[in-house]
């Protein structure tokens, strides 16, 4: 016999978050209290790539350019991975100490690695946690907790 029970969340680095927490170790309910208090301690962030010229929420975005997401909303455009990413961290990073990228197929792992330790080194103070994605249209997957 096995119990299950469902937890909600509303994006990958909610259910990321959450799966991180889970400890086989402990009961069931324990564990759902866990990985419920680590859902609303996560922000979604990403980098993708601009499709088209636009004009959002302010900002001028070339087509081809990176942008950079948080929780689906554009806060930065730029022609540099890394310091897209870095400023987008920082968009979503207000008390944040732990930032995991998962990267994505357009990165090969050395050039992933690089980005981590470029991050790691900032002066902004985060950990950073690197993971082989393999999604498509997104080079950088981040949760930001």
């Known amino acids: 016999e096995s119990r299950v029970e469902c937890l909600p ?82 968009a979503a990073a207000s008390g944040a100490e732990l930032v995991s990228l998962y990267y994505g197929r357009e990165l090969t792992a050395e050039a992933a690695d690089v980005l981590a330790k470029t991050l790691q080194n900032s002066a902004n103070g985060w950990e950073i946690e690197l993971f082989e994605g393999g999604q498509p249209h997104y080079p950088l997957l981040m949760v930001i907790e």
């Open 9 to 90: 969340t509303v994006n990958l680095a909610q259910g990321l978050a959450a799966l991180m927490a889970f400890d086989k170790n402990i009961s069931l309910e324990e564990n759902l209290a866990s990985m419920k208090k680590e859902t609303g301690n996560a922000r979604s962030a990403a980098c993708s790539i601009a499709v088209r010229d636009s004009m959002v929420n302010g900002l001028k975005v070339l087509k081809g350019q990176y942008i950079g997401l948080v929780e689906d909303k554009i806060v930065y455009a730029g022609n540099d991975l890394a310091s897209v990413a870095e400023q987008t961290i920082a």
